[in-house]
């Protein structure tokens, strides 16, 4: 089992002393506009939050006023009522005046609100200056408003936030809001801006707080679950550390009780590539008696993200991931757990937490706007990375003659190969008188064109003229898994449609020279017609073994016939067997440790290479999940999601061992099940 995830986190825990420089609680520096009001009845003040709202008829010079549907204008905010649309011009900006080197938090608020009677909830694009920032789709609220959020330090005295048009429908925007912050906190690597993704305080019921609780104006929103234990104090907590969240938000906290002393909290990312910060604030709001103390660790992703501490008694304590922290989550599941210590007698507390992905919107060093004294230039739309279309002249080149074969493929040969003289690819060649072959290829390359992910393998290019067909792929020096695996879940959750794998196999899992596995053959894959659909009934497709004998029987595919595959992949690591073996009791590996494990002999399943180096109920929550997938009803398999987050708390409980063996036979027969809850999402979108 490997013992750690690529990558370090590291941790600073912030206290300030209790005397402190607290920005004092006025509008000082904050630009609060109402987009679309008209000059007349600017300014005005909000009666809920005291700030003062103006027109933005002067920062922007294009667009045109609108009000939202009478029906909607009772449930809106004053600030949501008016709004600015853009139905000329595919890119209309506006123009802030800031303080050059100050770090804002920006926020722009959409409500669309039936303006122009057409019940057409728009999309389009959010830049700041030539970059952009982010994509609104308000098709996915109801009724059709959010906002968007980041934290950036313009290096120039003026700030272009711009909305472009990307379809047919017409950009609008209904409040735009920048609000200055310290400069020592939420500090992200050069050039990177921190986009908001969740900002929560941890309550069983409340509103959002924001100014003047908040002397930033963040907007923090309550959240529970109904498994969290809820405690809440009348007295005051010192906030002042510099991030100085609401009192009334560090005021509360929750706690979570289990026989393991462990508090899972679970999201997702929309996409596993991104990077991300956290921070966690802590404080302990109750009263403990002589005997009682509450010690916990802190772990993301199965690594340790602080040593074992124990909250401030009604003093704030801040964790917060390094600025140049490469911090990323497998497949995009995310998890969060809060450990008791042994030393501990009170459970886990957390107060309130924030979740950031990181932006890169590189910045000039000049104003040339001002220097030039002319609007910036439209950027150059962004270039699509085409892939090369190689002759076979070229291929026969690259692989000289074809010299050195690699191994063979689900339609032919695949040989080693150099790009340039010095890239290595691994070259697929179609067998030319395989008709599925023709097949499989063209469907390789119509899903690898159009999909992308650091666990699936790259293509580099192609060769197609007459009876030649080639594939060009990235090569891994580390051959195959036979001789985790995120990339999976992408296909079903980062694609729209969905596609299925349908030959999941230690074969087409792949190594590179960093042990960084990545999914490759995807000739047998199939899309869903539809995003939505649950299945897709097609020709019985796969290999021996790992096939889905649910799928097999009613050809009925589903996102859950990887899954079954999948399952087999875990058994063959934690084994080290054949997936089929005449000579076993039952032949079938999953067949095999459903026996084995039915027996309670666990010892036998287990790679004896390990040499017991391992822990007991990482390896037992191993091979459970591994059956849970190989289940022959795939109503009762996880979904890839559960399954990731599953191995990331096997590879927790591997990495907080102090041991090296474990009495394994202590356990007896185990029932083989599994049980998968809501995942716990605290994104407030």
Known sequence: MERHLHGVLYVFIITFSLIHFVQAQDQKGFITLDCGLL??????????????FTSDTSFVESGKNGRVDKDFERNFEKAFVTLRYFPEGQRNCYNVKVTQGTKYLIRASFFYGNYDGLQTLPNFDLFLGPNKWTT???????????????????????????????????????????????SDIYISDTGSSLQFLSRTYLKGSGSILRYPDDVYDRRWFPLVKKDWNLITTTLNVNTSNGFDPPQGAMASAATYVNDNGTWDIPWNMEDSTTRFHIYLHFAEIQTLLANETREFSVFLNGNEFSKPFSPKMLGIVTMITQPESTLRCESGACLLQLVKTT??????????????????????????????????????????????????????EMTNNFERILGRGGFGMVYHGYVNGTEQVAVKVVSQGSDQGHKQFKAEVDLLLRVHHKNLVGLVGYCEKGKDLVLVYEYMSNGDLKELLSGLEYLYKGCRPPIVHRDVKTANILLDEHFQAKIADFGLSKS??????????TVVAGTLGYLDPEYYQTNWLTEKSDVYSFGVVLLEIITNLPVIDQRRETPYIAEWVGLMVTKGDIKSIIDPRLKDDYHSDSVWKFVELAMACVNASS??????SQVVIELIECL???????GTSCDMESRGSREVTMTFGTEVNPTAR
Request: with cysteine; aromatic share 4%; proline share 12%.
């Open 39 to 52: 000059p007349d009845g600017s300014p005005y003040t909000d009666p809920s939050t005291g700030l003062t």
């Open 652 to 658: 927790t409980l591997e990495n907080s061992r102090g």
């Open 528 to 537: 869903f017609p539809n995003d939505g659909e649950s299945h897709v009934s």
């Open 136 to 182: 609104v789709n308000l098709n996915a609220t109801v009724p059709g408003g959010q906002y968007r959020e980041i934290i950036h330090m313009s290096k120039l005295s003026s700030l272009q936030i711009c909305l472009v048009k990307t379809g047919t429908t017409t950009p609008m925007i209904s409040t735009l809001e920048l609000r200055p912050l310290r």
């Open 343 to 396: 030393n501990s007698t009170l459970p886990p507390l957390l107060n309130a937490m924030e979740i950031f992905t990181v932006v890169e919107l590189p910045q000039p060093e000049t104003n040339q706007d001002e220097e030039k004294g002319r609007r910036t230039p439209r950027p150059e739309p962004p270039k699509i990375t085409k892939k090369k279309r190689f002759s076979y002249a070229e291929v026969t």
């Open 635 to 640: 109503a009762s398999r996880p979904t890839m």
